[in-house]
Every structure is written in structure tokens, then in C-alpha cells.
């Protein structure tokens, strides 16, 4: 299963750090992505990253803030968030699949099969 932690509540402008682990799994077999939802909004897509943590990409709001990057020996993937806005304010879900690449729909939530509780994050103005 996965298991995100590292949200909390933080300032705009400041940072937090998401992890996200598995256990039980290959984990370096999985394409790794990070969703977000806010209430009453779909989930949206932030981040992935492909098995071997050499290739990234995010949604276009991300705009340089964040970074994704993954330790395979720890079975964990991580969001780096730097220059928090309210707008971020969500929770936060970690997702993975064995069959997914990114010449697929890496963007698109039913594409992964396996996904983390959530942990929310809140950006106070």
C-alpha cells in the first residue's frame, strides 16, 4: 500500500515536503505520480516521474515550484513544494502503476491502479 505524509498548514510562500512509501511491492517497477483535490474540485494531476527517476513532468500550474524525485532503495517518492500559494491548498494524493509510461495517460487519475490516503496540505494567506 502507500502511505503519503508531509502535509500540514503553512504559510503562502513557504515549503513543505510530501513522501510518500510503499511496501509489499517492486517499487521500482511503478510509475509514480502525485494528484491534488480540492473541495469540490476533480482531482488534478501535479507530478510524475518514470521508474528510474530520470524523467519528470508536471501540470502546467506547477510552473517551477515543485519537484518530484523518487530513492527506489527507500521505496519512496517525494514532492518538494517551494513557494506555496492558497491556491495549493488540497489534499494531496501519491499514485503508482506497473503498466503506465509516459507515452500514456500518465495525467489522468484512472489511469493509476494503486493510490495513497491522502494528506492535505493548507496554504494560509
Known amino acids: 500500500q502507500l502511505q503519503a505524509s508531509g502535509g500540514g498548514l503553512v504559510q503562502a510562500g513557504g515549503s513543505l515536503r510530501l513522501s510518500c512509501a510503499t511496501s509489499?511491492?517492486?517499487?521500482?517497477?511503478?510509475?509514480m505520480g502525485w494528484f491534488r483535490q480540492a473541495p469540490g474540485k476533480e482531482r488534478e494531476f501535479v507530478a510524475a516521474?518514470?521508474?528510474?527517476?530520470?524523467?519528470?513532468n508536471y501540470g502546467d500550474f506547477v510552473k517551477g515550484r515543485f519537484t518530484i524525485s523518487r530513492d527506489n532503495a527507500k521505496n519512496t517518492v517525494y514532492l518538494q513544494m517551494n513557494s506555496l500559494k492558497a491556491e495549493d491548498t488540497a489534499a494531496y494524493y501519491c499514485?503508482?502503476?506497473?503498466?503506465?509510461?509516459?507515452?500514456?495517460?500518465?495525467?489522468?487519475?484512472?489511469?493509476?491502479?494503486?493510490w495513497g490516503q491522502g494528506t492535505q496540505v493548507t496554504v494560509s494567506s
Open positions: 516521474i518514470s521508474r528510474n527517476g530520470y524523467t519528470t
Open positions: 499514485a503508482g502503476d506497473s503498466n503506465l509510461f509516459f507515452s500514456g495517460n500518465y495525467k489522468q487519475a484512472r489511469a493509476y491502479d494503486y
Open positions: 509489499g511491492r517492486t517499487f521500482s517497477n511503478y510509475m
